[in-house]
């Protein structure tokens, strides 16, 4: 039984293909999107934009828990320089590490919180301790945190276009779907 589930299920490449392509808008969306900014639109705008905070983390998580448990599934490729070899595994564990601590800066915005958070205005983050200081410092800690791993994520993006484009060894061709593959 449990084989005939696991067949049906995607690879763990297409899997974390899907998650890959979902962060994208989601990260650009936070980039570009505070909930001081969606306050004004009311109760539900920011219920939404916490629901979006919900997928994000729980994509984090499950990123996170599939790098814990087997690894990273990308690998650096044979055209890469020594130098660009080590960049691109380091490159990649700091992303998978850097969502994680995002979803760990929430928890600890929920932990330090003076009254109960809900993710997506249903799902309690952790039991409010009440700590106003502390709160404050994770509060900016984290944007700091956010905004670090959304370098990245460019800096990532521009990595595997160097390489796509430079060395041409077709490095987007294994990011996208294969109906785009005539594109690149």
Not at 40 to 54: D, E, N, T, V, Y
Not at 144 to 171: E, I
Request: proline residues 7%.
């Amino acid at each position: 039984m449990l084989a005939t589930i696991r067949s049906r299920l995607p690879r763990r490449r297409t899997f974390l293909k899907v998650m890959h392509w979902a962060m994208v808008p989601l990260l650009v969306w936070f980039v570009l999107v505070t909930p001081d900014d969606v306050l004004p639109f009311g109760p539900k705008a920011f219920q939404a934009h916490s629901i979006l905070a919900l997928i994000f983390v729980t994509i984090c998580l499950v990123w996170w828990a599939d790098y814990f448990r087997r690894g990273l599934a990308s690998r650096p490729g044979p055209k890469l320089p020594k130098w660009a070899w080590h960049l691109h595994l380091w490159m990649h564990r700091a992303l998978v590490w850097g969502l994680f601590l995002v979803a760990v800066g929430g928890f600890l915005l929920g932990l330090t919180s003076t009254r109960l958070l809900k993710a997506g205005g249903f799902l309690p983050i952790a039991p409010p301790l009440g700590l106003r200081e502390a709160n404050e410092v994770i509060g900016k800690l984290h944007i700091y945190q956010f905004y670090l791993l959304a370098a990245l994520v460019v800096g990532h993006a521009l990595f595997h276009l160097w390489r796509h484009y430079r060395l041409r060894d077709n490095a987007l061709r294994i990011m996208v779907p294969k109906r785009l593959h005539r594109f690149l």
